[in-house]
Nanobody, 123 residues
């Protein structure tokens, strides 16, 4: 599976962005899909995950209520809608695929990673 994330950019505090992650391959629906982020000088951290059919999601406390993860299996794409953005949301955002029907929030649980897209929130 190859993943390509895009949609990042520069946004003001309180603004919104939608990230997309396009996946190659015919078995996209057998993967749980996650979003992670890494701020400069910090470790990569979990943001959100969605199960294979979109019926179950899980979020980091820091983004709960502001971010929404969704997927379209017909388009092999997972999305991350980010609202009410804060300066601390500034990071490179990565999408990842886990070949499992279970959710996961740890880096090592994921099998494939995209290249990342930069999100910068200015105050």
């Amino acid at each position: 599976v190859q993943l390509q994330a895009f949609g990042g950019g520069l946004v003001q505090v309180g603004g919104s962005l939608r990230l997309s992650c396009a996946a190659s391959g015919r078995t996209f629906s057998s993967y749980a899909m996650g979003w992670f982020r890494q701020a400069l000088g910090k470790e990569r951290e979990f943001v959100a995950v969605i199960n294979w059919n979109g019926g179950s999601t899980y979020y980091a406390d820091s983004v709960k209520g502001r971010f929404t993860i969704s997927r379209d299996n017909a388009k092999n794409t997972v999305y991350l809608r980010m609202n009410s953005l804060k300066p601390e949301d500034t990071a490179v955002y990565y999408c990842a695929a886990r070949h499992s029907y279970r959710l996961g929030s740890r880096n090592y649980e994921y099998d494939y990673w995209g290249q990342g897209t930069q999100v910068t929130v200015s105050s």
